[in-house]
């Protein structure tokens, strides 16, 4: 079958930069609502709770950062994945502090995945061996 745009074909290289800045703003997000609740996540554990706080805040922003700037991304990715398939079980252990519902996990756990296959993309710092 032929493609019905193929001149968009050559724009190919953008995609994972679309899927690096989709996972990034929602990486963002999830940070600042975890900051936003921070008091309500802490109670949950109170012998550790507001240092994991803290370090997950941490955590989705720095790995946000790297997939904004491209720089290491395929690592980022998998960071990425590793935090969501965490959020997954979060979500089923603790349901009262909930940020982002299971659909929107497992939608960027294949986000991550694709990023950590197929690259960078276009715009980033990566170089390809």
């Given amino acids: ?30 940070a600042y ?4 609740r921070r008091k309500e996540i802490a109670a949950l554990r109170p012998s550790i709770g507001a240092s994991f706080t803290l370090a997950a805040i941490v955590f989705n ?25 965490y959020g997954l079980w979060a979500n089923k252990r603790y349901p009262s502090v909930v940020i982002l519902p299971n659909s929107t996990v497992i939608l960027l756990i294949v986000m991550a995945l694709s990023l950590l296959l197929s690259g960078a993309g276009a715009f980033a710092q990566d170089l390809p061996l």
Avoid at 68 to 83: C, D, H, K, N, S
Wanted: hydrophobic fraction near 60%; glycine fraction near 8%.
């Fill in 1 to 30: 079958m032929l493609n019905p745009f193929p001149d968009l074909l050559a724009l190919g290289f953008v995609a994972p930069t679309l899927l690096r800045l989709a996972v990034a703003v929602v990486l963002f997000y999830l």
């Fill in 33 to 36: 609502q975890q900051y936003a």
């Fill in 61 to 85: 922003t720095l790995v946000g950062l790297t997939l904004v700037f491209g720089y290491y991304t395929q690592i980022g990715a998998l960071l990425a994945l590793l935090g969501q398939a």
